[in-house]
């Protein structure tokens, strides 16, 4: 059997909002509520967090520890290497990749894509990225260590690096890429932490749930149907903003050169 280890890339540094991933909400940080809710999923068999050598991510490796998570440290900005040597050290033949500013993440969801990662003739990569459907925040992606490395040996831009698989889901002549889509369109909902308001967006949609703190993306979709004011708190955001801008800034720097 291959062993599907869940890494969750998380750090302290945060240009739109710094210490992010140890905000409280509602009782438990942003990092240990995408911890437990990673570690829900059955089909996963260890949850690694993934953060950097620097001194100031050693409440991270505290923290992940207290929610039951191994930790691996790396490099700060390039997370490909990262995420590499930490799927080398845990021996990884399957990985998930996570990101800890997702408080959102479903155990379904997850076991969704890792099966259809599975269910194809050799897939390297499968995820629900791709071609958005799901929330932004329910994003996972699934792809085979000797994917990754080759990734890690060949990726050389900027985005390739910080970013993880753009290199992978690029070069489809290379590997076998999967979409996962939902029945219906979803991609406008913004369930991730990247700005004040959706911090205070999660502190709402917690407070509501109380102790049920793994409820699933169909609870929550129940609750901004009854609740649809909730949407408004943070509105107006673009889609896969860190992306783009890593995108952009190394266009610029082509230009420029």
Request: glycine fraction near 6%; include cysteine; aromatic fraction near 10%.
């Given at each position: ?6 890494i969750?890339?998380?750090?302290m540094?945060s240009s739109r909002?710094?210490?992010k ?11 240990c ?11 996963i068999d260890?949850?690694?967090?993934a ?6 991510d050693n409440?991270?490796?505290i923290e992940?520890?207290?929610a039951?998570a191994a930790?691996?440290?790396?490099s ?5 290497d ?9 021996k ?7 990101t ?21 003739d050799?897939y390297?990569?499968?995820?629900n990225?791709l071609?958005p459907t799901?929330?932004e ?6 792809f085979?260590?000797d ?11 900027s ?12 070069n489809?002549?290379r590997?076998k890429v999967?979409?996962?889509k ?6 406008h909902?913004?369930?991730?932490i990247d ?13 509501r749930?109380?102790e049920?703190?793994?409820?699933s993306?169909?609870e929550?979709?129940n609750?901004?149907?009854n ?7 943070n509105?107006g955001?673009?889609?896969?903003a860190?992306y783009k ?13």
């Amino acid at each position: 059997m291959k062993k599907v280890t869940a890494i969750i890339q998380a750090r302290m540094g945060s240009s739109r909002l710094p210490g992010k991933t140890l905000e409280n909400i509602e009782g438990e940080s942003l990092l240990c509520r995408v911890i437990l809710r990673v570690k829900a999923c059955e089909l996963i068999d260890e949850t690694i967090v993934a953060t950097t050598t620097g001194p100031e991510d050693n409440v991270i490796e505290i923290e992940s520890n207290k929610a039951g998570a191994a930790v691996y440290r790396g490099s700060r900005d390039d997370v490909l290497d990262r995420y590499y040597k930490a799927a080398l050290k845990y021996k990884a033949d399957v990985i998930v990749r996570i990101t800890a500013d997702d408080p959102f993440k479903d155990a379904k969801v997850i076991g969704d894509v890792i099966n259809a990662f599975n269910s194809g003739d050799g897939y390297d990569y499968a995820s629900n990225t791709l071609d958005p459907t799901y929330p932004e925040g329910i994003d996972v992606e699934v792809f085979s260590f000797d994917a990754l490395q080759t990734a890690w040996e060949k990726a050389d831009k900027s985005s390739e690096r910080e970013h993880v698989t753009p290199y992978i889901w690029k070069n489809r002549e290379r590997f076998k890429v999967f979409s996962l889509k939902y029945a219906k369109n979803l991609s406008h909902f913004r369930w991730t932490i990247d700005y004040p308001e959706d911090l205070a967006f999660a502190r709402e949609v917690y407070r509501r749930f109380g102790e049920n703190g793994l409820f699933s993306m169909e609870e929550l979709l129940n609750l901004l149907e009854n609740e649809p004011s909730l949407n408004k708190i943070n509105s107006g955001f673009e889609r896969n903003a860190g992306y783009k801008i890593s995108v952009q800034d190394e266009n610029r720097g082509n230009k420029e050169a």
